[in-house]
């Protein structure tokens, strides 16, 4: 029996060693050369499940040290013994305080990369949109030759397109620039003009 199981792994590994040198050799050496990586290749999912681990684990060994000071001031208002002062006791804990401790160190740093993941993905949108707005003038200034700057936005029916058309009526309590209200002034003086001949 002993030899045939010999015989049977002989046969076998003889039969697989040529495909290994078939494979091996047919590989070039720019085949196995290592490639670097492209961020822009990787899901931005995958980067920020990558950026929440660090930060939780980073966070442990801190946050394992207040865990430690919020374990044993529990335990030192349970039991009202010196024993259970927060970082000075000298009694021993049990598996299931030990526990209570890890359990909590999880549940703070998961919170620690939490509140960080939702700060960074605010600033990741305020980025995008200041990226987008900054894209927006940039084409604003290719189409119309740069902007002055002096240039005040007007709502679209306040623009006077020929001579003859006027400025609709304005209220006084809305604010205008000083353009608009040197423009407003000469309309008030030409109707006075108007108005005494």
Do not use: W
């Amino acid at each position: 029996m002993k030899k045939r199981v010999f015989l049977l792994s002989a046969v076998l590994l003889f039969s697989l060693s040529p495909l290994q040198a078939q494979s091996s050799a047919s590989t070039s050496a720019s085949e196995t050369e290592p490639v670097p990586y492209d961020l822009e290749t990787i899901p931005q999912g995958v980067l920020d499940l990558r950026r929440f681990e660090i930060i939780m684990f980073g966070a442990m060994p801190i946050v394992y040290l207040f865990s430690e000071i919020i374990t044993s001031t529990a335990l030192y208002a349970k039991y009202q013994s010196s024993e259970y002062i927060p970082l000075v006791g000298t009694a021993e804990i049990t598996n299931n305080e030990k526990m209570y401790t890890v359990g909590v160190t999880f549940s703070l740093a998961f919170i620690v990369a939490t509140v960080d993941m939702i700060l960074y993905k605010k600033k990741q949108r305020e980025q995008q949109s200041g990226e987008a707005r900054r894209l927006r003038v940039r084409q604003a200034e290719e189409l119309y030759g740069g902007i002055d700057s002096n240039f005040t936005p007007q709502p679209a029916d306040t623009l006077t397109v020929g001579e003859n058309e006027s400025q609709p009526n304005t209220t006084s309590d809305e604010k205008t620039s000083p353009q608009t209200d040197a423009e407003q002034s000469e309309l008030e003086e030409s109707s006075a003009e108007s108005g005494s001949t």
